[in-house]
């Protein structure tokens, strides 16, 4: 599981769109439940980190 969590976590650095990451404290702006769309545009990997680090509801 400690294995598959720094995976995880490098994954999520190559792949994670970098102006997400960058405001996603800005997006957000102290709100909690905050839901996200995704049009179905292959951006699994975005999809999963909202939800893991920030347990936001995706759409």
């Known amino acids: ?16 769109h970098s102006m997400l990451e960058n405001n996603i404290d800005k997006v957000l702006n102290g709100r909690k439940g905050v839901r996200f769309f995704f049009p179905l545009c292959g951006k699994a990997v975005d999809m999963k980190w909202l939800n893991l680090y920030y347990s936001l509801t995706v759409l």
């Open 1 to 16: 599981s400690f294995h598959f969590l720094m995976m995880l976590k490098i994954v999520f650095k190559l792949f994670l």
